[in-house]
């Protein structure tokens, strides 16, 4: 025997009917200290320091991958 039972209600009605706790509360302070972050490093998304960032990164990168293959490559 096969039975279907279709329930028809909100998701707040679920979740009181399942006893899960309302988090709602919580969603909203995490979503305003995302909020409050994503806007005090808004900065930081800058392309041209993005660019100076990775430039200064690459140059010493290059320098020190150098500087290994002149040292493995010499002979003592």
Known sequence: MKMTIEVDCTPEEARRVMGLPDVSALNDHLVAEMSKRIDANINLLN???????????????????RRFMDAATSRK
């Open 47 to 65: 392309p041209e320091d993005f660019l100076k960032n990775w430039m200064a990164l690459g140059a010493g990168a290059q320098d020190q991958f």
